[in-house]
C-alpha cells in the first residue's frame, strides 16, 4: 500500500533513540529531511528493513573511547523511484566479505558474536524483503571509515504530496 515513509524513518529512529543513545550513538537525519515522501511498499516489511539497518549500523559503529559515532537516514529521489541511505561512521567491512555477509548465518567477526549478539539473519532477510520489493541492497564500505547501506522504493506516481501541493499553491 501507499505510505509515508519519510515518517517511517523518523518513527523507527525514535523507537531506536535509546538504544542508540546508551551506546554513545546520534541518530541524525539531515536538515532538509522531508516531511513526507509517499511511496507504494509493504509498510511493514519496510520498517524491518530499516530496523534491521539502523540496528547493525548502531551495533556496528564507532566504538572509539573518544565516541563521535553517528548513523544518518538520507533519502534521493532517482527519477520514479526514492532511493533510502542508511549511513554510518563505524568500524566498516573489509572488501573480501562485502558480498558474502547477506547470506544466511553470516557473520564477519565470528569471535565477537557471542559479544555482540545476533545470528546473522539480519541482512539476509533484509535482502529478501528487497528482492520481494523487485528492488534490491547495496553497501558501500570502507574499513575503519564507515558503512553505507541503501536501497530504492517505487514513489507514488502521478500525485503530489498535499504540503507540496500547498507550497507551489502559497
Ligand atoms: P542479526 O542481525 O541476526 O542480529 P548480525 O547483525 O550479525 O545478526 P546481519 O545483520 O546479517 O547479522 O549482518 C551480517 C554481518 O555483517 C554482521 O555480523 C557484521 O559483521 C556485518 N555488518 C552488518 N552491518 C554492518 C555495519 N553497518 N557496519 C559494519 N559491519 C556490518
Ligand atoms: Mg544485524
Excluded: C
Excluded at 524513518?9 to 542508540?20: L, N, P, S, T
Excluded at 511498499?41 to 539497518?53: E, G, H, P
Amino acid at each position: 500500500s501507499y505510505f509515508n515513509l519519510a515518517e517511517l524513518i523518523r518513527a523507527v529512529f525514535d523507537q531506536m533513540e535509546g538504544k542508540a543513545e546508551s551506546q554513545g550513538i546520534a541518530l541524525r537525519l539531515p536538515a532538509d529531511f522531508p516531511e513526507q515522501l509517499w511511496v507504494w511498499a509493504d509498510k511493514q516489511r519496510i520498517q524491518q528493513v530499516i530496523t534491521n539497518l539502523t540496528s547493525n549500523a548502531i551495533k556496528y559503529s564507532n566504538d572509539s573511547p573518544e565516541g563521535g559515532g553517528w548513523v544518518e537516514a538520507q533519502v534521493r529521489e532517482e527519477g520514479d523511484r526514492i532511493r533510502v541511505l542508511i549511513k554510518d561512521n563505524g568500524r566498516g567491512i573489509p572488501a573480501e566479505h562485502l558480498n558474502r555477509i547477506f547470506e544466511r548465518f553470516y557473520r564477519v567477526e565470528k569471535s565477537r558474536a557471542k559479544v555482540s549478539g545476533g545470528t546473522g539473519l539480519g541482512l539476509a532477510i533484509v535482502k529478501h524483503i528487497l528482492e520481494a520489493h523487485k528492488s534490491q541492497i547495496d553497501v558501500q564500505s570502507e574499513v575503519g571509515k564507515g558503512s553505507v547501506f541503501s536501497f530504492r522504493l517505487k514513489k507514488r506516481k502521478d500525485k503530489r504530496s498535499r504540503s507540496q501541493q500547498t507550497e507551489l499553491a502559497e
